[in-house]
């Protein structure tokens, strides 16, 4: 639920500073499909209001920053977090998760509230996520990565830990920070409720743990708190996964992504583009490779079910591939 209170202030977060910008209040009575336009526009465009430019530090210095240009500056007070990461440009992909929110508060408005208001959504074309070919660890490289040597670099030993943890037990990353160890059961079991799915089904997820998840338990065992896993903040965790790849270079190989701004196919290398959300994806994707059933999977990766969602993890292997072309 925190996840989902933090997107929505974030959605709205957008919403203000495009009204800010327009010099526009939109009231609920008086909204058209034309304002969903200027919303997506604003959020494709909203980098365009920001350049690098020469700011000077407290200690004297001089540095180039990427700050929001000096007659937008009005936009963003109060918006201090936004100040501190910039504004890049963003993904269509970006757009529909934000429309998301605002079509839900739209459906709660008519339905809830019971507001005369027509469906501004009915002539709305809602963009569609498109994710590309998910890509995953192997079972080996996953292996690898556990095995490999951080004695130089102990901070990221841990997060390789926690990300390892991960891939063997498949859930969100936002059920993995509140993990506490009494989510562990007799040692053998990981059972929790999963947070996107708490008020669909409030079923139980269970999930035997790995031999390699019950070692990487038992070094955390004593950390004098209740939590199951050292973690720390979703962005330093992100940070520290694409750190331990460059760190394993044999493991740094180059893969092919669906480039979410352009929709393009390019090649970059793992260190770029890796992130909590692969853990989840070594989860779901070795377990099709191996050839369970989206049903048997998504018992355990927290899916609700029937879920569609779950299909984006499915990819058809090179080796599958290669046994395929022998057989024409």
């Known amino acids: 639920m925190a996840e989902r209170k933090k997107s929505y202030n974030t959605c709205m977060g957008i919403w203000d500073r495009m009204e800010k910008f327009h010099g526009t209040r939109h009231k609920i009575k008086t909204m058209t499909t034309d304002v969903l336009y200027d919303f997506k526009n604003f959020i494709l465009n909203e980098c365009d209001l920001w350049e690098f430019r020469n700011e000077k530090q407290k200690n004297g210095e001089t540095v180039e920053k990427w700050l929001p240009k ?8 109060g918006y201090g977090y936004v100040l501190n990461r910039g504004v890049t440009k963003r993904s269509l992909n970006y757009v529909a998760n934000e429309f998301k929110y605002i079509r839900a508060f739209w459906i709660w408005v008519m339905k809830v509230q019971k507001c005369k208001v027509d469906d501004i959504f009915e ?3 809602r963009d569609q996520a498109v994710y590309g070919t998910p890509f995953f660890f192997t079972k080996e490289d996953r292996d690898k990565l556990f095995k490999a040597d951080f004695s130089t670099r ?6 390789r830990d926690i990300f390892v943890f ?3 037990v498949g859930c969100r990353v936002g059920d993995l920070k509140r993990l506490k160890k009494s989510n562990v059961i007799d040692g053998k079991y990981l059972q929790y409720v999963a947070g ?3 008020n669909k089904s409030g079923k139980v997820v269970t999930v035997p743990l790995h031999p ?8 955390y065992k004593d950390t004098g708190d209740d939590r199951l896993l050292p973690f720390i903040s979703d962005q330093n965790y992100n940070e520290a996964i694409k750190a331990m790849f460059k760190h394993v270079p044999t493991l740094d190989r180059i893969v092919t992504i669906l480039d979410p701004v352009t929709r393009l196919e390019k090649q970059v290398r793992l260190s770029e583009v890796a992130s909590s959300h692969m853990g989840r994806r070594n989860f779901c ?5 191996a050839g369970f059933r989206d049903a048997d999977i998504a018992s355990m990766s927290g899916h609700s079910e029937g879920s569609r969602a779950i299909a984006r993890y499915r990819k058809v292997s ?7 072309i022998k057989k024409l």
């Open 123 to 125: 002539n709305f074309n």
């Open 166 to 168: 991960q891939s063997l």
């Open 212 to 219: 390699d998840a019950v070692t990487i338990l038992n070094r």
């Open 285 to 289: 994707g070795n377990l099709y490779e």
């Open 70 to 77: 000096k007659r937008y500056e009005d936009i963003y007070k």
């Open 318 to 324: 090179e080796q599958q591939k290669l046994k395929m």
């Open 196 to 198: 996107k799915t708490r």
């Open 154 to 159: 102990p901070e990221l030993g841990v997060q």
